[in-house]
């Protein structure tokens, strides 16, 4: 997925995306605005974030503090359930440029395909008004299966640029992966290192004996296989040492068998199987 000239990007449809980025959630707004700020001095220049967390004021300010140029950060958020309609998605448009205090968006995404309400088609269809228009660089999907995706390129015609979805090494998603890939969609890993479970994670033989081996830490040995698996990794931290850990992935490179040894740790961990969620 890495392009041949730059290693810490990806090439979407119309746009590249860097493959390392900041999850943001649950950090509450000035929790969020001081890990922005910390990992874009670190070299990160995706941030995630959703108006589910209630931290795009905060994000915004971080990016604000960082002094870098808006033009520099690769910004990605997500709308709720209730904005499932062309004219909706441009209102929660609207509004995450509000709170977020920029005139343009990255990756907008649905966030939960929601099909109890038969609605996220026309939610894609917003987006792509969204991208017809310029106002948007691509296009996402999130928590989106194999059966979602076809019914969206079925009534639509569209194609969404990312599929974020929960991926690691105990829950690889093989097959939905496979789908994004045939159909050139990017895959993007939420919860990449574990999430409330990256300490099981940390401390698996496996991943630790092969962290050993690199002299690096399991952490961005977790990270390393996303990416060499051609994913684009989203890891949360509000620690500014976990921060920069996390960022230096890219001077390193795993050998197959460690790759492959690290796949079959997949148990089908705990992806949250009920795509009709609702909340968000
Ligand atoms: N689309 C969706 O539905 C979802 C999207 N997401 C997105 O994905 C992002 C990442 O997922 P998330 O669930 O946060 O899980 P992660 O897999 O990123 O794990 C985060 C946890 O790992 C800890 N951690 C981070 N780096 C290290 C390190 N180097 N060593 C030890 N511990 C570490 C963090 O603690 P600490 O902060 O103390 O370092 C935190 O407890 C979210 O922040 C969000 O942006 C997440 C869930 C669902
Ligand atoms: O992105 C997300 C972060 O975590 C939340 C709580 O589990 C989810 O609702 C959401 O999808």
Known sequence: MSTALDPTRALLHGASIPVLGLGTWPLADAEAAAAVRTAIESGYRLIDTAENYRNEVGVGQGIRDSGIDRSQVFIATKFNREWHS?????????????????????????HWPNPDQCRFAD???????????????????????????????????????????????????DDLRRFNAEHGIATESWSPIGGSKAARLRTDPVIAGIAEKYGRSPVQVVLRWHLQLGLIVIPKSANPHRIAENAAIFDFALADDDLAAISALDRGDGHITDSDRSGN
């Open 86 to 110: 062309v004219e909706g998605v441009l209102q929660a448009y609207l509004a995450s440029l509000e709170r977020l205090g920029v005139d343009y968006l990255d990756l907008l995404m649905v």
């Open 123 to 173: 939610a894609v269809r917003g987006l792509d008004a969204l991208l017809e228009e310029g106002a948007i660089r691509a296009i996402g999907v999130s928590n989106f299966k194999a059966w979602h995706l076809r019914q969206v390129l079925l009534e639509t015609g569209v194609t969404p640029d990312v599929n974020q979805i929960q991926v690691s090494p105990y829950s690889t998603r």
